[in-house]
C-alpha cells in the first residue's frame, strides 16, 4: 500500500500562483510514476500532469501547458504541482496519484486537497 499526502491547497485570486506537494509513503517501490487530477463541482475528475519513470518525461492536460509545472524527486517519492497565471476553471479538487507508468496505471490515490480561484 502507498500513502499519498497533498498539502499547498487554499484561495487565491485569478492570475495568482499556488504550489501543491504530495509526499508519497509505504511500498514507495511498487510504482515509479506521479502525478497530479483534479475534479470540479459536477465535473468528473480529469488528469493535469505526470512524472513517468519510464523515460523520465512529464506531461500535461493542453489546458494548463505553460502554466503548470510538475517537480518531483521519484527517489524521495515527493512531487509537486507549481500552478502560475491560475484562472477560476482551474478551481477544482486536486489530487496526487502514484502508479505504474509501463502501463499508465495510477494504483493509489491522496485524499485530495481544495483549490479555489476567485475572479
Known amino acids: 500500500q502507498v500513502h499519498l499526502v497533498e498539502s499547498g491547497g487554499g484561495v487565491v485570486q485569478a492570475g495568482g500562483s499556488l504550489t501543491l506537494a504530495c509526499a508519497a509513503s509505504g511500498r514507495t517501490d511498487s510504482t515509479d510514476q506521479m502525478g497530479w487530477f483534479r475534479q470540479a463541482p459536477g465535473q468528473e475528475r480529469e488528469f493535469v500532469a505526470a512524472?513517468?519513470?519510464?523515460?523520465?518525461?512529464?506531461e500535461y492536460k493542453d489546458g494548463v501547458k505553460g502554466r503548470f509545472t510538475i517537480l518531483g524527486d521519484m527517489n524521495e517519492h515527493k512531487v509537486y504541482l507549481q500552478m502560475n497565471s491560475l484562472k477560476p476553471e482551474d478551481t477544482a479538487v486536486y489530487y496526487c496519484?502514484?502508479?505504474?507508468?509501463?502501463?499508465?496505471?495510477?494504483?493509489?490515490w491522496g485524499q485530495g486537497i481544495q483549490v479555489t480561484v476567485s475572479s
Open positions: 512524472l513517468r519513470g519510464l523515460d523520465n518525461r512529464s
Open positions: 496519484a502514484a502508479g505504474i507508468s509501463f502501463y499508465n496505471s495510477y494504483n493509489f
